[in-house]
């Protein structure tokens, strides 16, 4: 399978600050970018996606993709507990996924 | 709208016993499907996905097999099950390739253990 890394963490934030997830890929041909959340036990569910260069906002979450450096990551700004959970990044069209990144946000 | 259904949502089986994992979609036509799975504390690993009836990609070789019947629907299955195929089974479509870019939905999975 293409190669798509994350940090696996896990990484802890304090409430109210910033929580920074960072993928890199291997495939140049990699199309769209998504950000998922898995919470435990359960499936995963689409935070957002983003398929052109630079940053896409939608709420407390901001995507950036550098496709030359082929990296994507994913801002999560006023993080709030119940933002803890395993984020997932995944390219298309194939769908590959990352081993995902352990987040904690301590009250 | 659609929505995607998949069962049974937990099963223990003994190593050396069939297995047949099933998911069906709704609401959509010719939608691709992918099996994936999830060892513990690991991330999706994707098994097959399939881009129409009877078109199967295997994306790891092992014991499992995928079958597409039908438009819609999607079976995972074993002839006999290894310990190491303990796990967490997701089944999910998208869109068709060359379409609007889309996400994956997923199913709720499929909790596997082997003994």
């Known amino acids: 399978q293409k190669e798509v890394e994350q940090n696996s963490g896990p990484l802890s934030v304090p409430e109210g600050a910033i929580a920074s997830l960072n993928c890199t890929y291997s495939?140049?041909?990699?199309?769209?970018f998504f950000w998922y959340r898995q919470y435990s036990g359960k499936s995963p569910e689409l935070i957002m996606f983003?398929?052109?260069?630079g940053d896409k906002e939608d709420g407390r979450f901001t995507a950036q993709l550098n496709k030359a450096s082929q990296y994507v990551s994913l801002l999560i700004r006023d993080s709030q507990p119940s933002d803890s959970a395993t984020y997932l990044c995944?390219?298309?069209?194939?769908?590959?996924f990352g081993t995902g990144t352990s987040l904690t946000v301590i009250p | 709208s659609q929505t995607i259904h998949q069962w049974p949502a937990t099963l223990v089986q003994p190593v050396g016993s069939p297995l047949s994992l099933e998911c069906t979609v709704e609401?959509?036509?010719?939608?691709?499907l992918y099996w994936y799975r999830q060892a513990a504390g690991r991330g999706l690993q994707l098994l097959f996905y399939s881009v129409g009836i009877g078109q199967i990609s295997s994306e790891v070789p092992q014991n499992l097999s995928a079958s597409r019947p039908q438009d819609r629907q999607f079976i995972l299955s074993s002839k006999k099950l290894l310990l190491s195929d303990s796990g967490f089974y997701l089944c999910?479509?998208?869109?068709?390739?060359?379409?609007?870019?889309?996400?994956?939905?997923f199913g709720e999975g499929s909790r596997l253990t082997v003994l």
């Open positions: 995944a390219v298309s069209p194939q769908f590959y």
């Open positions: 609401g959509t036509s010719n939608p691709n």
């Open positions: 999910a479509w998208s869109v068709p390739s060359g379409k609007v870019t889309g996400e994956l939905f």
């Open positions: 983003i398929y052109s260069n």
């Open positions: 495939d140049r041909g990699s199309q769209s």
